[in-house]
């Protein structure tokens, strides 16, 4: 990819420190910046600084929230299973980084701060629910066909038991929208939110983790590489075929560094044409639609409450983000011409 992913500049895990970049201090004019820390998830895309001074300290704080990486010598379960799983932590900091930016401004939260949280937390729902739908009808199924049994945390018991548990806890913040009322300051009302992120937080940890945990290993034990290669292809074509098809494959994949997604593309070139001709309009719909805000949502409430002015802050963002689209569709159009 091009330069112009620096959040992905070359840096070993072993460099990566609390003080990667700077954090302004609380009288600086927030700047839109790109993180240097790929434990940051930052997603290819420009955050704000206060943002990113947000999501830094929620990752501290929950480092269960890290990617899982893989390697060569790591085996193709790893590979196969941990998209989904990353993904779902991607999001999940985000949420932490959006609540903590809330919590610090809530004297000063507008109904409309919250509804448009409560917004980006309802496409975020759309694609848990989704995906649970594709682990029982693609992931889990695996194991089903070959009788391969799952034993232990992630048995059928406890698996239900666990992700009905998680499911709950992702309705039960949603639904607290309905708490919010006009004539009640919304400051007041935002006490609600922090304990049932820190408890979604807390299960989304666990059951990825586990999920990781018991289910790579029998995939290494029990499958081919012929077998999994099928169930990637199939895993695709379910993401394809299912509705928020655009939505969900850029939030499936927006954790990758641009060297991972040229790799998942590549792979995906197989299964569907359209993943390569059409993953950059893709791309640009959901920035606009989704990730712009967890992206400068904690820097709009900084400069409101500073009297500052946004509008030079979201051009900076908005000249970074069509920089970055831009390599996108110049690499994309690169691999089509490679088909």
Request: glycine residues 4%; proline residues 4%.
């Amino acid at each position: 990819m091009g330069n112009s992913f620096v959040c992905y500049k070359s840096i070993k895990e072993s460099d990566v420190t609390p003080d990667s970049f700077d954090t302004p201090t609380s009288d600086e004019v927030p700047s839109i910046v790109l993180s240097t820390d790929p434990s940051l998830l930052c997603s290819r895309i420009p955050y704000g600084a206060q943002a990113l001074k947000y999501k830094r300290e929620a990752l501290e704080r929950n480092t269960g929230l890290r990617l899982f990486k893989w390697t060569n010598s790591d085996g193709l379960g790893r590979d196969l299973l941990r998209g989904g799983m990353n993904a779902l932590r991607a999001q999940v900091l985000d949420l932490n980084m959006l609540c903590d930016a809330m919590k610090t401004y809530r004297t000063r939260l507008t109904h409309a701060n919250v509804a448009s949280f409560f917004d980006w937390l309802g496409k975020t729902l759309i694609y848990f629910e989704r995906y649970i739908w594709l682990e029982d009808d693609i992931i889990f199924n695996m194991f089903l066909e070959k009788g391969v049994p799952i034993r232990g945390a992630m048995s059928p018991s406890k698996r239900m038991l666990l992700r009905g548990r998680l499911q709950k806890s992702f309705h039960d913040l949603y639904d607290a929208h309905l708490l919010f009322r006009d004539n009640q300051p919304a400051g007041e009302t935002f006490a609600v939110i922090p304990p049932l992120v820190e408890n979604l937080t807390a299960l989304t940890v666990e059951y990825t983790s586990k999920f990781m945990l018991v289910l790579v290993p029998l995939i290494d034990e029990h499958f081919r590489r012929s077998e999994i290669d099928r169930t990637y292809a199939d895993l695709i074509r379910y993401i394809l075929n299912h509705d928020n098809t655009e939505d969900n494959i850029v939030i499936y994949t927006l954790w990758m560094n641009p060297q991972e997604l040229k790799r998942w593309k590549r792979k995906s070139r197989s299964v569907s044409y359209r993943i390569n001709k059409l993953y950059s309009s893709w791309e640009k719909h959901i920035y606009e639609d989704h990730f712009k805000f967890a992206a400068l949502f904690a820097d709009k409430l900084y400069s409101e409450a500073n009297e500052h002015h946004i509008d030079v802050e979201i051009e900076i963002w908005k000249a970074n983000y069509s920089r970055i689209t831009a390599q996108a569709e110049s690499d994309s159009l690169a691999d089509s011409s490679l088909e």
